[in-house]
C-alpha cells in the first residue's frame, strides 16, 4: 500500500532524514510561498525548483522515478481547476496552476518520506498546529490500513458469493458494502476510544518529545530557503 | 484470615440502552496473585462485567478496587491499578509508532517523557518486543500486536491485567507464547475466553456467566466439566 511505502521511506538514514521536523516543515513552507508567488518567468523558475526537488531525493536517496509517478496524484485535480481556466481563455494560468501544483506535491512528497510520521507530528505540534487536527491526522493516518482491509475482505466476500454485478443491482450492493464499513468504523471508534480512556486518556494528546534543533538543523533550514528564494530574486532581477 | 480483594462487587445490574439486560446481580472477588478464567456464551454478559470495572460502563451496585471504591473522583486511580487488554489489538494501538503506543498510559498518569520512555521500555522488555520500538503497529503480526497491546497495559504498572479473548487472531504457537507471557506475570489476572485449554492452562479459578449472572464458581477444571464447556452448549441469552 502506498503509506506502506512512504512509511519504509520515511524511516530511511540519509543526511535529510536525520534533520528535525520543524527545520523540513519551515522549508517546505517557504518553498510553497516562493512557488506560489511565482509568476514571471516560471518556465525559467520551475526548472530551477525541479532542480533543487531532484537534488533533494537524491540526496534522500529516494527513487526519482517513484517520487515524480507519487506526485501526480494531485494531477487529475489541478488538471481539473486548469481545464476551467483553459476554457475560460486563460492558457498560461492554465499552465501555471498545474506545473506548481505538481511542484508543490513534490515538495510535500519529499517532506512526507524523509519524516516518520510521529516526528512529522511532533514537529507540527511544536510549531503550534492545533492538536485537534494533528490527532485527527494521526487517527486517519492509522487507521486507513485497517478500514481499507476491512473493505478489502468484503469485497473478497461479494466476489465469493457471486461477484460483483454491474449496474443498479451492483450500485445497491455497494452502498450497502459502504454502510456496514461506516457502521464497523463507528463501532470501532468507540472500541478504541474505551481503549484510550482506559489507559487515562482524559482529552490531551501527550506526546514523547525527544527532538532537540541542531546546528545542522538550522544551516539546513537557512539553505533549503535561501536556494529557492534566491532563484525567484534572481530570475526577478534578471527578467 | 484470607487477604483483602483486589477487586470486588457486590450486587451489580447493569442494562443497556435498548432495554437488554447484561448483568443481574453480580458478585465476584478477585485475591492477590489469582488468575480467574470467565466463561460463558456469547452475550452471557462477561465482556460487560469488565467493562465495569475502570468504570468504562456504569452499572448500580459496588465495585471496590484494590480497596478504592469505584466513583468519579477515584477513576483515573482505578484505570491505573486495572489495565485492560482488548479482544481487538487494533483498537488498542492507535498511536504511530509501538514505543510511543505504549508510552501512551505513562504520558497520561503525569509521568515526564524520560519518565514514561522508561516505563515504556521496561513493558516492551517484558512482552520480548526490544526490537520493534520504531515500527508502526500494522507491520506487526497478530501476535506481536496482541504483545504490545499488553506492554501497554504493564507499562502503567497495573495490579490487575484483564484481558478480553486473548487468544483471538493467535495462531496455537502464538497462544503457547501469549500463555508462557501471562503466566510469568506477577499480577493478578481476569481472563474473558472461550478457549476451554487456555483457561485450563492460566486459570487457578472459573467463573461461568448465565444470562448475566454468575452460576458457577469454583476450579477452571470442574467449572468447565460441570457447564459442559467443551464440548457443546451454544446457548444465546441476553446481554452483549
Not at chain 1, 156 to 176: D, E, I, P, T, V
Not at chain 2, 129 to 152: E, F, N, T
Not at chain 2, 209 to 214: H, P
Amino acid at each position: 500500500m502506498h503509506h506502506v511505502v512512504l512509511e519504509r521511506w520515511s524511516r530511511g538514514s540519509s543526511f535529510l532524514h536525520r534533520r528535525d521536523a520543524r527545520a523540513k516543515i519551515l522549508a517546505l513552507l517557504v518553498f510553497l510561498i516562493v512557488v506560489a508567488i511565482s509568476n514571471r518567468e516560471f518556465e525559467l523558475l520551475a526548472l530551477c525548483y525541479s532542480c533543487l526537488l531532484l537534488g533533494a531525493i537524491v540526496a534522500a536517496r529516494l527513487p526519482v522515478l517513484w517520487a515524480l509517478r507519487r506526485a501526480a496524484v494531485v494531477l487529475p485535480f489541478s488538471l481539473t481547476f486548469a481545464g476551467l481556466c483553459w476554457i475560460s481563455g486563460e492558457p498560461r494560468r492554465a499552465a501555471l496552476l498545474v506545473e506548481k501544483s505538481y511542484l508543490s506535491a513534490l515538495a510535500a512528497l519529499l517532506l512526507v518520506a524523509t519524516t516518520p510520521l510521529p516526528q512529522l507530528l511532533r514537529g507540527l505540534d511544536m510549531l503550534g498546529v492545533p492538536g485537534f487536527l494533528l490527532m485527527v491526522a494521526q487517527f486517519l493516518y492509522r487507521y486507513l490500513f485497517v478500514i481499507t482491509e476491512q473493505a478489502h475482505r468484503m469485497r473478497l466476500a461479494g466476489l465469493c458469493r457471486g461477484g460483483l454485478k454491474q449496474g443498479s443491482r451492483g450500485f445497491r450492493a455497494a452502498a450497502g458494502a459502504l454502510g456496514v464499513l461506516f457502521a464497523r468504523s463507528y463501532e470501532r471508534a468507540e472500541c478504541i476510544h474505551r481503549a484510550m480512556v482506559s489507559r487515562g486518556f482524559q482529552g490531551h494528546f501527550q506526546l514523547l518529545s525527544t527532538t532537540h534543533f541542531r546546528l545542522a538543523d538550522a544551516a539546513f533550514l537557512c539553505v533549503a530557503c535561501s536556494l529557492p528564494i534566491a532563484a525567484f530574486l534572481s530570475v526577478r532581477i534578471w527578467s | 484470615m484470607s487477604p483483602a480483594p483486589v477487586i470486588q462487587v457486590r450486587d451489580l445490574h447493569f442494562r443497556y440502552e435498548d432495554g437488554t439486560v447484561a448483568l443481574v446481580g453480580v458478585d465476584f472477588d478477585l485475591g492477590p496473585g489469582e488468575t480467574v478464567a470467565l466463561l460463558g456464551a456469547n452475550g452471557s454478559g462477561k465482556t460487560t462485567f469488565v467493562l465495569h470495572l475502570n468504570g468504562l460502563l456504569e452499572g448500580r451496585g459496588q465495585i471496590e478496587v484494590c480497596g478504592l471504591p469505584l466513583k468519579k473522583e477515584t477513576l483515573q486511580q482505578i484505570r491505573q491499578k486495572i489495565g485492560i487488554v482488548f479482544q481487538d489489538p487494533d483498537d488498542q494501538l492507535f498511536m504511530p509508532s509501538v514505543l510511543e503506543d505504549v508510552a501512551f498510559g505513562p504520558l497520561n498518569l503525569g509521568l515526564t517523557p524520560e519518565q514514561a520512555t522508561d516505563r515504556a521500555r521496561t513493558a516492551l522488555a517484558q512482552v520480548g518486543m526490544v526490537d520493534s520500538y520504531d515500527k508502526a503497529p500494522y507491520h506487526l503480526s497478530a501476535g506481536q500486536k496482541k504483545r504490545v497491546a499488553i506492554a501497554g497495559v504493564l507499562a502503567m504498572q497495573p495490579d490487575v491485567l484483564v484481558l478480553d479473548e486473548p487468544t483471538t487472531f493467535l495462531d496455537p504457537p502464538g497462544q503457547h507464547s501469549l500463555t508462557e507471557l501471562l503466566q510469568s506475570l506477577p499480577q493478578s489476572k481476569l481472563v474473558v475466553t472461550h478457549d476451554v485449554e487456555f483457561a485450563r492452562s492460566l486459570a487457578t479459578r472459573a467463573v461461568f456467566f448465565e444470562k448475566g449472572r454468575i452460576v458457577g464458581n469454583g476450579p477452571a477444571d470442574r467449572i468447565i466439566e460441570q457447564y459442559h464447556w467443551d464440548q457443546k452448549r451454544t446457548t444465546q441469552v441476553g446481554g452483549r
